[in-house]
């Protein structure tokens, strides 16, 4: 009786495929649907604000239209800037970036799997978990003209004259680039020595009996297997070229004005109009030709990813 | 062999070097904030202070008041923020695993179209502060930007789709379970490693976050502790550059300098209490995300 039992049951299971309750589904997907309608789907169509001369009396539908006189005043004025500054960062921080996260891992995973590569790797990622203000504080803590580390010890170190760096631009290129150095490198390495943990060890110690040195193992056999995993990730910076990390751009050059020619990019811009200057249509207009530049980028890069390797492909 | 020990020597010295110079600056602000503003006043923040003091804590303890708030804001605000935010993500992320959910696909595209396109912070910002008025409110906090994100929608779908058997739904639908029973009862017990990466990962978000109180928080009351770090930083620029009148008249013998710098050692102290015991998470939530974002 029960063995006849468990027969027809399992029969049964053989029989049936697991069919989904579309509506039971729906209701729990509900929520997530809701919040991204809201917060994603929504601003969406506020996009026509770059249109408007937007006032807060008369509000985002009184306010009245303009076509296209906020990228006119944008492009006169500031785009060539802000462009020019987002697209040279993000360059610079994805070629300086990969170069020397590929550096530390290779270094990392030369020296095995011991207790101090985990130190290591806990060090280097620990500046990543502080936020952006706290960054901005450290960077204060070495620059700031009468305090700061720099002024105070090391410019006296070498006899050299005081700078006041927080109001002079052509230094902050290499300061920008340094910090998000400091603070990124960690992470990216751990991604890249998870690559090299899957090369497969085979191929070294072939190539040890072959007597090649570690350099020419690094040069000839790592570096060409890390060749997708490069590819991949850098394609995914470049698909967000258009897009700067608010937080560097705006809590580390500490909102000095006098620095704006290096420091300013498309996403301070942006708060700056909308939240400084209310200069709400012209702001609108510069995030608007971020998002549609940006989407045609991302798909752009995706196309290539696909091209490259299609299992990396976002869609 | 020996070219393998040369090698092995090289990594172990250069790391060195580099893992110090990483955490110098770190080094740095905890000194200054127990370095005597007299000496920080001659000699500037330094490695090797000539006078140690407490100052700067006890004049934090003499503002716990306004300190204390700050953090609890910041800790309410990162215990909903995540829990709400990782329950919501794994919700929608579920039915999307489902082979047999019919607006699988349509759902999916939902999702990753918000990676593609954005409408912008300016109609964001007008969106939320207008219409949902949440400007000043404990919700501007947790609710834009970062609750819920495609990114982590696909990290736990594609857990489901790797780590559920389709059989373990089917035999719970065998026994007459519902679907949200399956969910509940079933499947979001056994993601329980993906819902604690993303959980550790989102937390550390809504710590730091200080964006979304730059945006809608101007009444120092809702200040979580990265804006009123900011606060602070500003604040003390402005009594530098002359105008005492801001914070009152009791400034005198505010040691600013110091303070600044005990702030941020405030401001980090719980990760670096935390990140001892989840580093190996995180470590490992890097290498997931990058591998499956």
Do not use: C
């Not at chain 1, 290779?106 to 020296?111: D, G, K, N």
């Not at chain 2, 794994?90 to 179209?113: D, G, T, W």
């Not at chain 2, 670096?272 to 580093?279: A, L, R, S």
């Amino acid at each position: 009786m029960i063995n006849k039992n468990e027969r027809t049951k399992k029969e049964r299971i053989k029989k049936r495929k697991e069919l989904a309750n579309t509506s039971s589904l729906l209701v729990i997907a509900l929520p997530g649907i809701i919040y991204l309608l809201i917060n994603n789907y929504l601003p969406m169509f506020g996009v026509f604000l770059a249109f408007k001369d937007y006032n807060y009396i008369d509000g985002v539908f009184k306010s009245p239209w303009n076509g296209l006189k906020n990228f006119e005043y944008l492009f006169k004025q500031d785009a060539f800037m802000i462009i020019r500054n987002t697209l040279l960062y993000n360059l610079t921080f994805i070629v300086l970036g990969t170069i020397v996260a590929i550096s530390l891992a290779i270094l990392m995973h030369e020296l095995g799997s011991s207790k101090r590569v985990k130190f290591f790797q806990s060090s280097l990622l620990l500046p990543n978990l502080f936020s952006w203000v706290v960054v901005g504080f450290i960077g204060f803590a070495f620059l700031n003209s009468d305090t700061g580390f720099i002024n105070n010890t090391v410019i006296e170190l070498f006899g050299l004259e005081k700078v006041a760096w927080y109001s002079e631009a052509k230094y902050w290129p290499v300061i920008l680039t340094l910090v998000y150095l400091w603070k990124m490198m960690g992470f990216h390495s751990i991604i890249y020595m998870a690559s090299i943990a899957g090369i497969d060890q085979g191929i070294y110690e072939a190539a040890q009996i072959d007597g090649a040195s570690k350099w020419v193992q690094i040069k000839s056999i790592t570096l060409p297997m890390l060749k997708p995993t490069i590819v991949i990730l850098s394609l995914m910076a470049v698909g967000r070229i258009f897009y700067s990390d608010f937080g560097l751009f705006y809590q580390v050059p500490m909102n000095s004005g006098a620095i704006f020619e290096t420091t300013q990019t498309i996403d301070t811009y942006v708060y700056r109009g909308l939240m400084e200057l209310n200069d709400v249509g012209m702001s609108a207009a510069a995030g608007l030709y971020q998002s549609l530049v940006g989407f045609i980028v991302v798909i752009t890069a995706n196309a290539i990813v696909r091209k490259v390797n299609n299992e990396n492909a976002l869609f | 062999m020996t070219d393998e020990k040369k090698m092995k020597i090289i990594s172990s010295i250069s790391l060195t070097i580099i893992s110090t110079i990483t955490l110098l600056p770190i080094l740095l602000i905890i000194i200054a904030s127990f370095t005597s503003e007299k000496a920080l006043i001659a000699n500037g923040y330094s490695f090797l202070p000539k006078e140690l003091s407490l100052d700067a804590y006890y004049y934090m303890l003499k503002q716990g008041r306004i300190i204390g708030r700050a953090y609890g804001i910041t800790i309410i605000v990162t215990l909903f923020g995540t829990l709400g935010s990782v329950l919501i993500t794994a919700m929608l992320a579920y039915p999307m695993s489902r082979k047999s959910f019919k607006y699988r696909n349509i759902l999916a595209f939902f999702v990753f179209f918000t990676m593609l396109f954005n409408g912008g912070i300016v109609s964001s910002y007008i969106m939320w502060s207008n219409f949902f008025h949440i400007k000043n409110t404990i919700w501007a906090l947790i609710f834009p930007n970062y609750f819920v994100t495609a990114f982590n929608v696909f990290l736990v779908r594609n857990y489901y789709l790797n780590n559920i058997p389709d059989s373990i739904i089917e035999s719970a639908q065998i026994d007459g379970a519902s679907e949200m029973k399956i969910f509940w009862k079933i499947v979001f017990p056994l993601s329980v490693p993906t819902v604690a990466t993303i959980s550790l990962f989102t937390a550390l978000i809504y710590w730091n976050d200080w964006v979304n109180g730059l945006y809608y928080i101007t009444n120092p009351d809702y200040y979580g502790i990265q804006n009123l770090l900011i606060k602070i930083m500003n604040n003390i620029q402005f009594l530098k550059s002359g105008s005492s009148s801001f914070l009152g008249t009791g400034n005198v013998d505010l040691p600013g300098t110091s303070v600044r710098m005990a702030m941020a050692v405030i401001g980090i102290l719980p990760i670096m209490i935390i990140y001892p015991f989840v580093q190996k998470h995180f470590i490992k939530g890097v290498v997931v995300g990058a591998v499956k974002g």
